[in-house]
């Protein structure tokens, strides 16, 4: 792009050329609109009225020809303003792209650990706000093991899940019309989604010290109400996702919009454990 535009307005152009030799030769540009002036029937031709004719002319030709160069030097120094903001953030894009390039697993590992952590803190900072009864001495604490737990999920499991499956969509399905799209979004909502899920509450819970018949009895709580939240939420990210975002990409998509189902995930996660004496809400 800073190629073009350099070969665009580096080098003088045509009509530039054509200026610059009107104003190196006014003597001459003045006779020709002379002889123009004195030539057409419809101008009179008198000396002082051609000589009046052509002051107004030339002076009409210097103003336009200033207004035009002021706004091209307008111009070039808006876009030189652009092109100097661009490098940092381009330069962040291309070595990210150039990271997963490189490291696939592990770049897109530590982009899911970093987009988990904060919607972690984001749900306990909700979660603190939205709580009644607090009294002014109550201060925000974060659970920090809680986070570890979510940055190491993101890590060892979401990252490179994502991974894998985005990539063997490509090669199962690797067009990107609509049926194709949709047939991906099925197979998301069924498949991925459901597994992915199931796992996330059992680490989760069993980091958290529960046992076998307790972290069963969490699933049965809390995996129906966050799978119908899941076929709410995932269909249109999934979409965007598959049909218009690059493979290697997606999973920074994917994690971006799995921020706000991770900040409602994370909450869901950190309820209480069944009490197993009493008997599970039908």
């Not at 490189?102 to 987009?115: D, E, G, N």
């Not at 985005?166 to 067009?175: E, G, V």
Request: hydrophobic letters at 40%; aromatic letters at 12%.
């Amino acid at each position: 792009m800073m190629r073009s535009f350099a070969s665009r307005f580096g080098r003088a152009s045509p009509k530039w050329q054509e200026r610059d030799y009107f104003l190196k030769q006014p003597t001459n540009f003045a006779i020709s609109t002379r002889n123009f002036i004195v030539s057409s029937p419809s101008i009179p031709k008198t000396n002082s009225q051609v000589q009046s004719s052509l002051s107004i002319f030339l002076n009409s030709l210097r103003q336009n020809c200033r207004t035009f160069t002021q706004s091209r030097a307008l111009r070039q120094s808006e876009t030189s303003a652009a092109a100097r903001s661009l490098p940092s953030t381009n330069g962040i894009l291309r070595w990210y792209l150039e990271m997963v390039r490189k490291h696939p697993v592990l770049t897109k590992s530590v982009t899911a650990s970093f987009i988990l952590t904060a919607a972690d803190i984001t749900s306990q900072v909700i979660t603190y706000a939205a709580s009644d009864g607090l009294d002014a001495s109550d201060k925000l604490e974060i659970d920090k093991q809680r986070t570890l737990r979510m940055t190491g999920y993101g890590f060892f499991l979401s990252g490179p899940t994502l991974h894998l499956w985005f990539n063997f969509m490509s090669k199962i399905l690797p067009k990107t019309d609509i049926i194709s799209t949709v047939k991906k979004m099925v197979l998301g909502q069924t498949i991925y989604g459901p597994v992915i899920t199931v796992v996330f509450f059992s680490v989760n819970a069993f980091l958290q010290g529960e046992s076998g018949s307790e972290i069963l009895a969490r699933l049965k709580r809390d995996l129906i109400p966050t799978f119908l939240s899941g076929v709410m939420y995932w269909p249109l990210c999934d979409f965007i996702t598959y049909r218009y975002v690059p493979v290697h990409l997606q999973p920074l998509v994917s994690n971006s919009f799995s921020f706000i189902w991770t900040v409602y995930l994370t909450y869901m996660a950190s309820l209480k454990k069944v009490n197993l004496e009493e008997p599970l809400p039908s």
